[in-house]
């Protein structure tokens, strides 16, 4: 199994800044894909930015240019580099890995971008 922690969410003002952080422990030497997934109020989860374990990357169309994805394979780490923040970025963060045919999900960190 693999534990996924978020941290790094918060409140900031549109334009700002924000960096979130993803720690897995347990059997990470057979996590292949990360990703960043986000669910704002009322809306179902989306896809923010992916990452495969050779460095391939996507971003869903409304954060290309603003949000950057990478990840630590040593360190067992993912990261979201924010910027640019708009209102409608507005929601928890979910980590998810894929070890294998299964998925884990961290328990999701706030964002929150006022105007």
């Known amino acids: 199994q693999v534990q996924l922690v978020e941290s790094g969410g918060g409140l900031v003002q549109a334009g700002g800044s924000l960096r979130l952080s993803c720690a897995a422990s347990?059997?990470?030497?057979?996590?292949?894909?990360m990703g960043w997934y986000r669910q704002a109020p009322g809306k179902q989860r989306e896809l923010v930015a992916s990452?495969?374990?050779?460095?391939?990357?996507d971003y869903a169309d409304s954060v290309k240019g603003r949000f950057t994805i990478s990840r630590d394979n040593a360190k067992n780490t993912m990261s979201l580099q924010m910027n640019s923040l708009k209102p409608e970025d507005t929601a928890v963060y979910y980590c998810?890995?894929?070890?294998?045919?299964?998925?884990?999900w961290g328990q999701g960190t706030q964002v929150i971008v006022s105007s």
């Open positions: 998810r890995v894929t070890l294998g045919n299964i998925l884990y």
């Open positions: 347990g059997r990470t030497f057979r996590i292949s894909a």
């Open positions: 990452i495969t374990n050779g460095g391939s990357t």
